[in-house]
């Protein structure tokens, strides 16, 4: 167990109804107990109560605010520790008097992602599960949230669990062949190895099929909207933006001077790319210049091109639709509520039609067969997988892909005839490997490493 008492604001800092400040060790109870007035005690609060009354300062007596106080003792607590959380009201004012008085009393600020480090180091949950509350606090889309949820509630590790434990037993079996080293128990072996390290194999692979679906999920398609000035591009994002009101962000933009907007189709994240060029409302000025498009366009996971419906075909747009052939373009074409002027025929002589939607940006149809067409672009259709386990990770990806190079390895050596205690090596690397995910044998410096990842807090 950890010997000092942390403290933090556990909500999001700015304008809310309500705020928390968490506080978690041996010593929450005694050192908030000074600091409520109320009618019970907090030294005689049952676990798991919520308390009414004063945060007041000691020293004077003055009434900070008036809260609620929740008391968790530990182990059953997020941390498994004693965890006190004192709910105040919203705004910056009150919140912070509160901590102020908190860490006046004796508790030392947290570091980021303290809580959950600790919630680590007492043993609650394994560090996949720990990831998963930073992919919880970032996840853009409904989608991405259930998948993180899932695994944060150990769904991943579930399934690594199980394999670490069959590579043990084949390594158990492999010592004693090489204490006891008769031919036959050799051969044995060598058979053990090639069928359990290719069941492990198998289920390694399975498990990395999901990553690029997680990743999606939980980063986005990087998407760009391009198309000649008046298309409809910025009446496109906005019909996006509109449906996904309570999703959509601002994210700064990073080192060019694009700004990204994240909006959720269906679940599915789409990072816009160059909003900033398309929110542009003088159109009179083409911001998307063509530079500033092709930069977009290379970087994207997915274009969409908007095409008006009631204007043929421009030179440009004829171009465009030549270079953008075998990419993952979806042709928007916009206003099919005004009389059509384009030639479709052309259009669709370079693109299936499941990549061609019609659309009325202004009247708002048409947005479900776009999410339709962009689903069947990325997920084959539907993202619905049996079960949410996506393998979203950098960290498991790369380590999945190792333990699957140590499989590979140990089951070619065994083919050889290799001598066993070498390929012990390989099946020994792919369990540790694997043990990284659950955080089995990992160092300090990189649980450090996850664990500043983390907002303040948590
Ligand atoms: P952008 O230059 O590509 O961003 O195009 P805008 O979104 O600014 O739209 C140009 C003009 O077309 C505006 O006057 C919009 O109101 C109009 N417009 C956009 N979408 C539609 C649509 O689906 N139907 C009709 N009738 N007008 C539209
Ligand atoms: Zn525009």
Redesign the pocket.
């Known amino acids: 167990m950890t010997e000092d008492t942390i403290a933090a604001v556990a909500t999001a800092l700015g304008e809310g109804s309500i705020a928390v400040v968490r506080v978690s060790g041996p010593e929450a109870v005694e050192r908030i107990a000074p600091l409520f007035r109320s009618k019970t005690d907090l030294r005689e609060a049952k676990t798991h109560t919520v308390n009414y009354g004063w945060i007041v300062d000691p020293a004077d007596g003055a009434v900070v605010d008036e809260v609620l106080v929740t008391v968790m003792k530990g182990p059953r607590s997020f941390t498994a520790e004693d965890v006190v959380e004192i709910s105040t009201h919203g705004g910056i004012v009150a919140v912070q008097s509160v901590l102020e008085l908190v860490l006046r009393s004796g508790v030392r600020m947290a570091e980021p992602g303290e809580f959950t480090k600790r919630a680590f180091l007492n043993g609650r949950i394994d560090l996949a599960q720990a990831e998963a509350v930073i992919d919880l606090i970032r996840s853009k889309s409904n989608r991405a949230f259930q998948v993180a949820r899932r695994q944060s509630e150990g769904a991943l590790s579930k399934k690594i669990v199980p394999l670490r434990r069959q590579l043990i037993e084949l390594l158990a079996h492999v010592e004693v062949n090489i204490d006891y080293p008769e031919h036959d128990v050799a051969e044995m072996t060598a058979s053990a190895i090639t069928e359990t390290c290719g069941k492990v194999l198998e289920a390694v692979r399975g498990l990395l099929k999901t990553a690029a679906e997680g990743k999606i999920l939980r980063e986005g398609i990087v998407t760009a909207i391009v ?12 019909a996006l933006a509109q449906d996904n009101k309570a999703i959509v962000t601002d994210i700064p933009g990073t080192t060019r001077d694009i700004v990204e907007e994240s909006v959720s189709l269906s679940g599915i994240p789409l990072r816009l790319l160059d909003t900033a060029g ?1 929110r542009e ?1 003088s ?1 009179v000025v083409e911001r998307i210049g063509v530079e500033r498009s092709r930069g977009a366009l290379n970087e994207a996971d997915l274009i969409l091109l ?1 095409l ?1 419906h ?1 204007e043929p075909l421009h030179e440009d747009e004829r171009r465009l639709l030549e270079e953008l052939e075998g990419r993952p373009v979806i042709v928007v074409v ?5 009389p059509g002027r384009l030639e479709l025929d052309e259009v669709r002589s370079r693109f299936e039609a499941e990549r061609i939607v019609e ?5 708002g149809t048409g947005i479900e067969a776009l999410e339709r067409a962009v689903s069947k672009l990325f997920f084959g259709g539907s993202i619905e997988s049996e079960d949410l386990t996506y393998v979203s990770n950098a960290r498991h990806i790369s380590l999945l892909h190792g333990a699957a190079k140590s499989l590979q390895d140990a089951m070619g050596a065994a083919e050889e005839g290799i001598p066993i205690d070498l390929i012990q090596i390989d099946i020994a690397a792919a369990w540790e490997q694997l043990g990284e995910i659950v955080g089995d044998s990992v160092g300090e410096s990189l649980l450090d490493q996850i664990f500043s990842q983390f907002c303040l807090g948590k």
């Open positions: 198309g000649r000035p008046n298309a409809g591009k910025s009446s496109l994002l906005n398309i409302t159109d908007v008006n009631n916009n206003k099919i509520d005004l659309i009325s940006a202004k009247e």
